[in-house]
């Protein structure tokens, strides 16, 4: 494993008796990368993130954190990664500098070490003005920030996040996807999240699992590039429906509001310039034409809509 690549799985799963709650799952995450894992409820994400902190053993397979192996070396491993958790073990009794030397001495950090490690993370997370507060009194998203200067307090290579922005107000959230952003230099960070707008304001790839199983991986980027499989048209005037059908590769025309209509086509056409040729034959006239990509939300709910159904 080279000095950038942070976490390898290879054949990941986790067996609860018959049922299969994670299976086959292989991935990797190299620094720098903002890794988010998408699905929906039941997909397995929590077991493999449980599984990535060292929290739930594998039924089979292999996680290395930093070239080590999580199995067999499991405190070395450890040391190397941060963990936030959905609901982060604060104590409101405490005050941000009385938690964060806690975690620090926790973390094994030599005591002439505390300070430095302490005024870094809050520095980071944005509380250097908070040292002295309890943690109690502060609101949802400093508590946050909080918990993730936990997570960082002795300078993991992986920050692993599990839902960092439930319950924030927007404010908060956008200070958080900073925050996230600006660790992402120095760290490989894993998000778990259910928002996909957090996914693109922050991640740089993104992965779902359905039933268990990893359905897609890929970066951000390559989904932006993907072929453009449908036209958004505004008209001044009503159209013909059955016309637009007969434009070559046309899947289906969707009405969408007055004059508007989405066209899904095979991907293999130019079908922007057919399109506006014939409105200028027929009189309708072009307000707007838009081609659209598949998004990470149309991909999201083509690749777990049948899961969802079953589940129904």
């Known amino acids: 494993m080279s000095s950038d690549l942070l976490v390898e799985c290879r054949g990941l799963g986790r067996d609860y008796g018959q049922h299969k709650a994670v299976d086959n799952v292989d991935f990797s995450l190299e620094r720098g990368q903002v890794l988010a894992f998408l699905g929906p409820n039941g997909a397995g994400k929590s077991t493999t993130m449980n599984m990535l902190t060292g929290c739930l053993a594998p039924s089979r397979g292999e996680v290395g954190i930093c070239g080590i192996d999580l199995l067999e070396q499991p405190a070395a491993a450890k040391a190397r990664l941060g963990y936030l958790p959905e609901h982060p073990p604060l104590y409101p009794e405490l005050t941000v500098d009385e938690y964060l030397r806690f975690t620090a001495r926790l973390r094994g950090l030599p005591r002439k070490q505390l300070g430095g490690a302490v005024a870094r993370a809050k520095q980071r997370c944005g509380l250097t003005r908070e040292a002295g507060q309890l943690i109690g009194r502060l609101s949802r998203g400093y508590q946050q920030r909080v918990g993730i200067a936990q997570a960082i307090i002795h300078e993991p290579d992986l920050v692993i996040l599990d839902e ?11 200070e ?90 095979k991907g293999r056409e130019d079908l922007a310039p057919a399109c506006a040729e014939l409105a200028i034959k027929r009189q309708w006239g072009l307000r707007f034409l838009e081609p659209e990509r598949t998004s990470l939300e149309q991909l999201f709910v083509n690749l777990t809509s049948g899961e969802q159904e079953a589940a129904a």
């Open 176 to 265: 958080i996807r900073e925050l996230v952003g600006e660790l992402a230099s120095d760290h490989g960070i894993i998000l778990s999240t259910h928002i996909l707008p957090e996914v693109t304001a922050t991640c740089s790839h993104v992965q779902i699992m359905v039933g268990g199983r990893l359905v897609h991986a890929g970066s951000l980027a390559e989904l932006e590039h993907r072929p453009v499989t449908g036209l958004r048209v505004g008209f001044v005037h009503a159209v013909d429906p059955q016309a637009l059908w007969e434009l070559p590769g046309v899947e289906s025309v969707e009405k969408r509001g007055d004059n508007e209509v989405f066209i899904r086509h």
């Open 164 to 174: 960092p922005t439930v319950g924030l107000d927007p404010n908060q959230v956008r």
